[in-house]
């Protein structure tokens, strides 16, 4: 039992190209979340999705696109990359929907640095 | 959305208990308290949660008081694993889908 496996862990980018995080979850979660951690700034919700299918902006939404065609898999694409979006990024993924006694289950990171 | 007041950091000795203190004043009455911790270089991981009643687990105790404006995770002898930074998060039973997270606490143990 994986959990949630992000790839790649590490990337490095050129300013203006464009990549995409992959996030997998084996739990049959039905949520799921990006977020970005950035020094001295906490935690801070890119997109969520609440099922397949289904995608929603977060706090910075801007310069992001997300997919989850799959119920399994989140992905997180950068169109065109700035420095600004030198970041970690973690995906999470929770069971429920309407609880308070949702918990969610996160992945390793992905750090990106744009040049 | 109700928010949580941590202190930015805080020091502890090794196998002593420590005390992670947590304000959400504004709680309403559907929100769950939720504690997570990171680990350097890691993600985030699940610590408790409680509604209204004290709570334990083979991590930690969570202490909510009688009006719900404070909460407080209780590690009960501290190790040095136990370095990292602590986020204590309001999740409500309304669907509150976007769930952030703030600055948390940095807990250092030291030797």
């Known amino acids: 039992n994986a959990g949630v496996t992000q790839t790649p862990k590490f990337r490095v980018l050129k300013t203006g190209q464009s990549m995409t995080l992959l996030c997998a979850q084996d739990?049959?979660?039905?949520?799921m979340y990006w977020y970005r951690q950035d020094p001295g700034m906490g935690l801070r919700l890119i997109h969520y999705s609440v099922g397949e299918g289904t995608t929603a902006k977060g706090e910075v939404p801007d310069g992001y696109n997300v997919s989850r065609l799959k119920k399994q898999n989140f992905l997180l694409g950068l169109e065109s990359a700035a420095p600004s979006q030198t970041s970690v990024y973690f995906c999470?993924?929770?069971?429920?929907f309407g609880s308070g006694a949702n918990v969610l289950t996160f992945g390793a990171g992905s750090r990106l640095t744009v040049l | 959305d109700a928010k949580t007041t941590q202190p930015n950091s805080m020091e502890s000795n090794e196998e002593e208990p420590v005390h992670l203190p947590c304000n959400h004043s504004t709680i309403s009455g559907t929100d769950y308290i939720h504690w997570y911790r990171q680990l350097p270089s890691q993600g985030p991981e699940y610590v408790i949660h409680?509604?209204?009643s004290n709570v334990n687990n083979r991590m930690a105790s969570l202490a909510i008081a009688e009006d719900r404006k404070s909460s407080t995770l209780i590690l009960h002898r501290a190790t040095l694993r136990d370095a990292a930074v602590y986020y204590c998060i309001l999740i409500s039973n309304f669907g509150n889908e976007k769930l952030t997270f703030g600055t948390g606490t940095r807990l250092t143990i030291i030797p």
């Open positions: 409680g509604l209204t």
């Open positions: 999470a993924s929770s069971r429920e």
């Open positions: 739990m049959n979660h039905e949520y």
